[in-house]
């Protein structure tokens, strides 16, 4: 199994909801990252988790709260969002990560479609 | 700042043909430079270079790196229309962490 997958697909949500993203992979990874990706524009690194622990947060703001439960799983929390924060959301997993010495090849998901009312 | 910078930003060409996608970098602590194929949604890896002037093939596609001018190119040959797609750079580097820095991505078109 090579695969990262992502639910849902597509997600339309309103400013004051809260909603959110999953990801999960069963390739025994144990990083995982989430992208964000807006239309005609390359992905910008969100956050990272290496072995279930936060390692990077790209300034994102505290609308967006990552969470992993276990190296399978990857979600981000939404809430109370706004309408620029609408774009393609992708998890990607990698063997390892590391701060300084390897590079990893990342495997995508799909991506969760955003919609912010 | 770190950028990457893809040319050209689009791309149409006609089955068969030869294509060349640009990829050049300023980036701290440079690592690797990967090239990824973004069909619909997921990116989908493509290659890892690591050192200067060592080609990587893989069938019709090929990429090689000059660490010494700071450029990447990734050539695909006998194109077909399943080519189409963007097809995006990065380089892993960036200061004190390890993290990929994306260019804009060169969408191309393969009429048939």
């Known amino acids: 199994d090579t695969e990262v997958t992502q639910t849902p697909k597509h997600l339309v949500m309103g400013m004051t909801n809260k909603k959110s993203l999953k990801c999960e992979q069963h390739?025994?990874?144990?990083?995982m990252y989430w992208y964000k990706q807006k239309a005609k524009k390359p992905p910008e690194l969100m956050f990272v988790y290496s072995y279930e622990k936060l390692s990077i947060n790209e300034s994102v703001p505290s609308r967006f709260s990552p969470e992993c439960p276990n190296s399978s799983l990857l979600n981000l929390h939404l809430h109370a969002l706004q309408p620029e924060d609408s774009a393609l959301y992708l998890c990607?997993?990698?063997?390892?990560?590391?701060?300084?010495?390897?590079?990893?090849?990342?495997?995508f998901g799909s991506g969760t479609q955003l919609s912010v009312l | 700042e770190d950028k990457v910078v893809q040319s050209p930003l689009s791309l149409v060409v006609h089955e068969g043909d030869t294509v060349t996608l640009n990829c050049s970098y300023e980036v701290t602590n440079f690592r690797s430079l990967l090239w990824y194929k973004q069909e619909k949604k997921a990116p989908t890896f493509l290659f890892m270079l690591?050192?200067?002037?060592i080609e990587k093939k893989s069938g019709r596609l090929s990429s090689i790196l000059d660490k010494k001018e700071l450029f990447s190119i990734l050539n695909i040959t006998a194109t077909q229309t399943g080519d189409s797609a963007i097809y995006l750079c990065?380089?892993?580097?960036?200061?004190?962490?390890?993290?990929?820095?994306f260019g804009t991505g060169t969408l191309l078109a393969v009429q048939p």
């Open positions: 690591t050192s200067s002037g």
């Open positions: 990607a997993s990698s063997q390892d990560w590391d701060r300084g010495r390897r590079v990893e090849k990342l495997f």
């Open positions: 990065a380089v892993a580097g960036g200061g004190a962490t390890n993290k990929l820095i």
């Open positions: 390739m025994g990874h144990r990083a």
